[in-house]
């Protein structure tokens, strides 16, 4: 059973086609295809597709990473081994400076310099293990989220993609998931690195002295929350509108190269280059912002990590002289205020990564959250095998709501008949065949096939029985084999894939190929 449009034959708007119409000679395979190594070969992915998904909980961070906690938990404790080992330097340092310079110990100079190089040695292993676990995670997790939004995307209905830019969908699946790539890989474990540092440096502080310590929190950490928390809300802002702008640009960018035949044929070229420079200066814009509040926030952090360091170097002065701090002891509470400012610094770096991941992931989240316009029944059941009888009964359907296309359409075709519909543009003859495919549902009534309510079967099994030959056909990257057998890949004989070439009249097109059915597309 079949419904089709009057575009004959197989890409009737391609070249070769053109070519063999007008009884010219093919003109040969390019030489840069002709001559192509073949492909790599990768295993075959483990992958299940339903029609109806379940089980499936919200897109967020957590409920994504849940399934490798323990992995994390790992990870973890990598990420503690190696912020105690890069934080024992200045300790060691003050020990060596009271107990070895000032007391002339060669030994404690020798065992200090001794422990400050193995520190260096576990940080640089726990480092590289940790960095090798994360991004071998990282990659898996990359995995399985573009496979979870594929699918979703195969899974969708019509209506999504016609309400819908294709550039927007491509940035998904781009821009989004590698900006979760980084979060994953870099942000989320050296968030725990730099946040871990902060706790153990500012418990150094108060062990070596408590009075110095306070003063140095109470003076900075006002100045720098104040400073943080005005860049959380400005960089949410900032992130936000420039995931928004690149989706623009993929979007305009898909839309011009699929209508490029249009575009020249109509002159549009210099039109479409202003259109899209202004769509361009827009997301030049969203960045330059969020590089703006960047170059605000970041030099502000460090000039108040330079004055801290001021009011310490003078401050512990006084106690040096006064006998409450060692001499050892001031050159290490000024390594660690400054170790104290580098991970807030790096944690303002990261927060741009979780801001970028975060802005992704409510992205993707709406999509995943899309549900398909047309659903599987939980007890749909496999359609059998068609005589072809086709019903519409009382058929309502608008692709808008409130501008009806069909408005209580009765039909009847019995088996064996050939149909034409006649009418203007607009007038529903190509949604008749949509909505008997089902690639939309009714609004109220019923499409039925031999008897079968669409709703109530199978849509594997409604398609595997219904062909549709569209107006406009789309050859997909392969051979012209390939192509023919797109709905059935199972079709490995010769023979019922040129009684298909002979059915539809391109067996002699197909026969005039150098490769013949194995001629790429």
């Known amino acids: ?34 001559g192509r190594d073949a492909e790599p070969e990768h295993p075959e992915p483990e992958v299940h597709f339903v029609q109806r998904e379940t089980g499936q909980s919200t897109l967020t961070l957590r409920h994504f990473l849940a399934p490798h906690r323990l992995g994390l938990l790992g990870a973890f404790g990598l990420v503690v081994l190696e912020t105690i080992t890069l934080q024992a330097g200045p300790l060691l340092t003050q020990i060596g ?66 309400d819908e830019k294709a550039g927007r969908l491509m940035s998904r699946m781009t821009s989004d998931v590698e900006s979760l790539s980084q979060l994953f890989q870099e942000g989320l474990v050296n968030l725990a690195v730099q946040a871990l540092t902060l706790i153990v440096v500012t418990a150094i502080l108060f062990t070596l002295n408590a009075e110095l310590a306070l003063i140095t929190l109470v003076v900075v950490v006002p100045v720098m929350l104040a400073l943080t928390l005005w860049f959380r809300s400005a960089s949410d802002r900032g992130y936000t509108m420039v995931r928004d702008r690149i ?13 490029i035949r249009v575009l020249v044929a109509h002159n549009r ?35 108040v990590g330079v004055l801290a360091q001021a009011m310490i170097l003078a401050i512990g002065g006084a106690f040096v002289l006064d006998d409450q701090l060692t001499v050892g002891e001031l050159p290490a509470f000024v390594l660690y205020v400054t170790a104290f400012f580098a991970p807030i610094q790096q944690l303002v770096q990261l927060y741009n990564t979780y801001q970028q991941g975060q802005a992704a992931v409510t992205k993707l989240r709406d999509l995943l959250d899309t549900e398909p316009g047309v659903l599987e029944a939980t007890d749909a059941v496999d359609l059998p095998p068609l005589e072809g009888a086709v019903e519409l009964r009382d058929v309502r359907f608008s692709y808008v709501a409130g501008q009806p296309v069909l408005d209580g359409i009765d039909l009847r075709i019995e088996p064996g008949e050939t149909v034409s519909f006649v009418g203007t543009t607009g007038a529903g003859k190509s949604t008749v065949a949509k909505l008997v495919t089902r690639l939309y ?40 084999r390939d192509n023919i057998a797109f709905a059935r890949p199972d079709a490995s004989d010769d023979e019922e894939v040129w009684a298909t070439c002979r059915t539809v009249g391109i067996d002699d097109l197909v026969e005039r190929l150098p490769a013949g059915l194995d001629t790429p597309v």
Do not use: C, K
């Open 1 to 34: 059973m079949a419904w089709g449009g009057p575009a004959g034959g197989m890409g009737g708007g391609s070249a070769v086609g053109q070519s063999a119409a007008a009884g010219l000679p093919f003109a040969g395979v390019p030489a840069e295809l002709a």
């Open 441 to 480: 549902d009714v609004d109220s009534g019923a499409v039925l096939l031999d008897g079968h309510d669409v709703r109530d079967v199978t849509i594997a099994s409604l398609r595997r029985q219904i062909g549709v030959v569209p107006q406009e056909p789309f050859l997909f990257n392969g051979s012209i």
């Open 97 to 162: 400076i009271d107990h070895g310079v000032s007391e002339q110990d060669a030994g404690v100079l020798v065992t200090v310099t001794g422990l400050y190089l193995a520190a260096i040695l576990i940080s640089v292993l726990a480092g590289t293990a940790r960095i090798r676990f994360t991004g071998r995670l990282g990659e898996r997790l990359m995995y399985q989220l573009r496979l979870r939004v594929f699918s979703h995307l195969q899974r969708l209905s019509l209506d999504f993609y016609t």
């Open 247 to 259: 989706a623009d640009v993929l979007a305009d960018l898909q839309e011009s190269l699929s209508g």
């Open 269 to 303: 070229r210099r039109h479409n280059v202003d259109s899209h420079g202004n769509i361009v200066g827009e997301y030049r814009d969203a960045n330059l912002y969020t590089a703006r509040v960047g170059a605000i926030y970041g030099p502000a952090t460090e000039t």
